[in-house]
Protein backbone atom coordinates (compact mmCIF):
# COMPACT_ATOMS: atom_id res chain seq x y z
CA UNK A 1 0.00 0.00 0.00
CA UNK A 2 1.34 3.09 -1.08
CA UNK A 3 1.34 6.07 1.27
CA UNK A 4 1.74 9.73 0.57
CA UNK A 5 2.25 12.69 3.15
CA UNK A 6 2.41 16.36 2.20
CA UNK A 7 3.98 19.07 3.95
CA UNK A 8 5.62 22.40 3.79
CA UNK A 9 2.33 24.57 2.78
CA UNK A 10 1.28 27.89 4.49
CA UNK A 11 0.68 31.45 4.19
CA UNK A 12 2.88 34.06 2.06
CA UNK A 13 2.70 37.40 0.42
CA UNK A 14 2.00 37.50 -3.44
CA UNK A 15 5.96 36.90 -4.73
CA UNK A 16 6.82 34.53 -2.37
CA UNK A 17 8.53 31.01 -2.01
CA UNK A 18 7.31 27.77 -0.72
CA UNK A 19 8.44 24.04 -1.21
CA UNK A 20 6.22 21.63 -0.57
CA UNK A 21 7.36 17.94 0.01
CA UNK A 22 5.20 14.59 -0.55
CA UNK A 23 6.97 11.41 1.52
CA UNK A 24 6.33 8.47 -0.26
CA UNK A 25 6.18 4.93 1.43
CA UNK A 26 5.32 1.46 0.42
CA UNK A 27 6.22 2.10 -3.55
CA UNK A 28 8.88 -0.03 -5.24
CA UNK A 29 9.16 3.22 -7.43
CA UNK A 30 10.41 1.23 -10.24
CA UNK A 31 7.45 3.00 -12.93
CA UNK A 32 6.50 5.34 -10.90
CA UNK A 33 4.68 8.83 -12.03
CA UNK A 34 3.72 11.68 -9.82
CA UNK A 35 2.29 14.29 -9.95
CA UNK A 36 1.60 17.48 -7.85
CA UNK A 37 -2.68 18.48 -7.98
CA UNK A 38 -4.07 21.67 -6.85
CA UNK A 39 -7.71 22.66 -5.98
CA UNK A 40 -8.94 25.76 -5.42
CA UNK A 41 -12.71 26.11 -3.87
CA UNK A 42 -14.75 25.34 -6.14
CA UNK A 43 -12.81 24.75 -8.91
CA UNK A 44 -11.55 21.64 -10.31
CA UNK A 45 -8.38 19.99 -9.75
CA UNK A 46 -6.02 20.62 -11.78
CA UNK A 47 -2.56 19.29 -12.18
CA UNK A 48 0.74 21.53 -12.06
CA UNK A 49 3.76 19.53 -12.26
CA UNK A 50 4.49 15.99 -13.02
CA UNK A 51 8.32 14.14 -12.67
CA UNK A 52 8.81 10.14 -13.78
CA UNK A 53 11.01 7.69 -11.47
CA UNK A 54 13.73 8.23 -14.57
CA UNK A 55 13.96 12.65 -13.24
CA UNK A 56 11.90 13.65 -16.45
CA UNK A 57 9.42 16.75 -15.86
CA UNK A 58 6.07 18.11 -17.09
CA UNK A 59 4.24 21.39 -15.92
CA UNK A 60 0.82 23.10 -16.81
CA UNK A 61 1.18 26.56 -18.14
CA UNK A 62 0.25 27.61 -14.80
CA UNK A 63 3.82 26.53 -13.19
CA UNK A 64 6.10 27.09 -16.21
CA UNK A 65 9.15 29.55 -14.95
CA UNK A 66 7.74 29.52 -11.55
CA UNK A 67 7.52 26.03 -9.98
CA UNK A 68 9.99 23.27 -10.42
CA UNK A 69 9.25 19.62 -9.31
CA UNK A 70 11.85 17.30 -8.28
CA UNK A 71 12.43 14.28 -6.06
CA UNK A 72 15.57 12.76 -3.69
CA UNK A 73 17.71 10.10 -5.37
CA UNK A 74 16.07 7.55 -3.34
CA UNK A 75 12.57 8.25 -4.67
CA UNK A 76 10.84 8.51 -1.62
CA UNK A 77 10.24 12.41 -1.31
CA UNK A 78 9.60 14.66 -4.12
CA UNK A 79 9.48 18.51 -3.67
CA UNK A 80 7.36 21.36 -5.46
CA UNK A 81 9.33 24.57 -5.33
CA UNK A 82 7.26 27.23 -6.08
CA UNK A 83 8.31 30.65 -6.12
CA UNK A 84 6.62 33.96 -7.33
CA UNK A 85 4.09 33.34 -5.85
CA UNK A 86 0.39 34.60 -6.78
CA UNK A 87 -2.98 34.75 -5.07
CA UNK A 88 -3.81 32.73 -7.32
CA UNK A 89 -2.12 30.44 -6.41
CA UNK A 90 -3.84 29.46 -3.49
CA UNK A 91 -4.92 26.40 -3.11
CA UNK A 92 -4.96 22.47 -1.68
CA UNK A 93 -2.08 20.88 -2.95
CA UNK A 94 -1.81 17.13 -3.24
CA UNK A 95 0.40 14.64 -4.16
CA UNK A 96 -0.81 11.75 -6.33
CA UNK A 97 1.10 8.89 -7.67
CA UNK A 98 1.00 5.76 -10.13
CA UNK A 99 3.21 3.53 -9.21
CA UNK A 100 3.14 1.74 -12.64
CA UNK A 101 2.56 5.30 -14.23
CA UNK A 102 5.97 5.58 -16.78
CA UNK A 103 3.37 5.01 -19.35
CA UNK A 104 1.26 7.84 -19.01
CA UNK A 105 1.89 10.78 -21.15
CA UNK A 106 2.63 14.08 -19.04
CA UNK A 107 -0.64 15.79 -21.03
CA UNK A 108 -2.85 13.11 -19.84
CA UNK A 109 -0.98 12.65 -16.04
CA UNK A 110 -1.82 16.50 -15.81
CA UNK A 111 -4.94 16.52 -16.93
CA UNK A 112 -6.84 13.46 -15.31
CA UNK A 113 -6.85 12.87 -11.63
CA UNK A 114 -8.61 10.53 -11.91
CA UNK A 115 -5.24 8.32 -13.38
CA UNK A 116 -4.01 8.11 -9.94
CA UNK A 117 -4.91 5.68 -7.15
CA UNK A 118 -2.72 6.95 -4.55
CA UNK A 119 -3.17 10.52 -2.80
CA UNK A 120 -2.13 12.43 0.06
CA UNK A 121 -4.18 14.21 2.65
CA UNK A 122 -2.93 17.69 0.83
CA UNK A 123 -1.42 20.77 2.32
CA UNK A 124 -2.91 24.38 1.77
CA UNK A 125 -1.02 27.10 0.51
CA UNK A 126 -2.40 30.33 0.68
CA UNK A 127 -1.17 33.54 -1.15
CA UNK A 128 -2.21 37.30 0.27
CA UNK A 129 -2.02 39.84 -2.58
Known amino acids: QVHLVESGGGSVQAGGSLRLSCRTS????????MVWFRQAPGKEREGVAA???????SYADSGKGRFTISKDSADTIAYLQMNSLKPEDTAMYYC???????????????????????WGQGTQVTVSP
Open 51 to 57: IYVDGST
Open 96 to 118: AEDPDGMGISPSRGLRMPELFPY
Open 26 to 33: GSTHSNYF
